[in-house]
């Protein structure tokens, strides 16, 4: 069974940095467009930024400016650097795979990210 295994979730301070890591297995990341969606609690999940294969981005107007997605094909790893966290930023973070040709998606366990003073 194929794992997207994430990490870096934590607790920060508001305007502080987090960095959040997805690693993929090697033979599915350059297949797959990669994101990361996140869940508040009573909330649904949504859509926080997508990576495509070929470097093409798209965030959620919410985290535009503040958050920075970023893959690198040599280590099959999918990143999300996160500046300026708000309270509301506060939420548990998927990493998503989402394959270009048959749309099959994969998900991470998700990890905890709390901006909180």
């Known amino acids: 069974q194929v794992q997207l295994v994430e990490s870096g979730g934590g607790l920060v301070q508001p305007g502080g940095s987090l960095r959040l890591s997805c690693a993929t297995p090697?033979?599915?990341?350059?297949?797959?467009?990669m994101g990361w969606y996140r869940q508040a609690p009573g909330k649904q999940r949504e859509l926080v930024a997508t990576?495509?294969?070929?470097?093409?981005?798209i965030y959620a107007d919410s985290v535009k400016g503040r958050f920075t997605i970023s893959r690198d094909n040599a280590k099959n790893t999918v990143y999300l650097q996160m500046d300026s966290l708000k309270s509301e930023d506060t939420a548990v973070y998927y990493c998503?795979?989402?394959?270009?040709?048959?749309?099959?998606?994969?998900w991470g366990q998700g990890t905890q990210v709390t901006v909180s003073s």
């Open positions: 990576i495509a294969t070929d470097g093409t981005t």
């Open positions: 998503n795979g989402r394959n270009t040709i048959t749309k099959f998606n994969l």
């Open positions: 090697v033979n599915i990341f350059r297949l797959y467009t």
